[in-house]
């Protein structure tokens, strides 16, 4: 969704921030209330940050982020569903772009940043009461 930032082919598509962050927050909700209704357990997870250096938008991108994470655990615990904080995991000294060396794009993790991930969740699921399964091997 918040690429929607970028449109450069059609200035009159381009969205502002909170309007972005509200549809983000009112998709959530209603995949929650749903999941609910049907008796699914839920796990929220934080956007991630990012650090796209040719984008002019990466600052507003990642404040959006912030501001979007926030609301989500906040979903999560109105709804008591469990909350995976990627990004306070991933996250630079600033608080808001990504840490260097998580992903070669400044968007996508690559395996270090993955297995920040891996690790983020399995401690989530274990406070959560959840064990993980373990794989053959």
Same mark, same amino acid.
């Given at each position: 969704?918040?690429?929607? *930032?970028?449109?450069?082919?059609? #200035?009159?598509? =381009?969205?502002?921030?909170? /309007?972005?962050?509200?549809?983000? $927050?009112?998709?959530?909700?209603?995949?929650?209330?749903?999941?609910?209704?049907?008796?699914?357990?839920?796990?929220?997870?934080?956007?991630?940050?990012?650090?796209?250096?040719?984008?002019?938008?990466?600052?507003?991108?990642?404040? *959006?982020?912030?501001?979007?994470? #926030?609301?989500? =655990?906040?979903?999560?615990? /109105?709804?008591?569903?469990?909350? $995976?904080?990627?990004?306070?995991?991933?996250?630079?000294?600033?608080?808001?772009?990504?840490?260097?060396?998580?992903?070669?794009?400044?968007?996508?993790?690559?395996?270090?940043?993955?297995?920040?991930?891996?690790?983020?969740?399995?401690?989530?699921?274990?406070?959560?009461?959840?064990?993980?399964?373990?794989?053959?091997?």
């Amino acid at each position: 969704n918040t690429w929607d *930032l970028d449109i450069w082919w059609d #200035a009159s598509q =381009r969205r502002e921030p909170q /309007e972005i962050e509200d549809e983000i $927050v009112a998709d959530l909700t209603v995949m929650v209330r749903m999941a609910r209704e049907h008796g699914i357990a839920v796990a929220l997870c934080g956007m991630l940050p990012t650090d796209v250096p040719f984008n002019g938008n990466t600052a507003a991108r990642n404040a *959006l982020i912030l501001r979007a994470n #926030a609301r989500i =655990r906040a979903l999560a615990a /109105e709804h008591g569903a469990m909350y $995976v904080d990627y990004h306070s995991r991933l996250v630079a000294n600033d608080g808001q772009t990504l840490r260097g060396g998580l992903a070669d794009d400044g968007l996508h993790p690559h395996v270090q940043g993955y297995r920040i991930m891996a690790a983020t969740l399995l401690e989530a699921l274990g406070e959560a009461g959840i064990g993980a399964i373990k794989g053959r091997g």
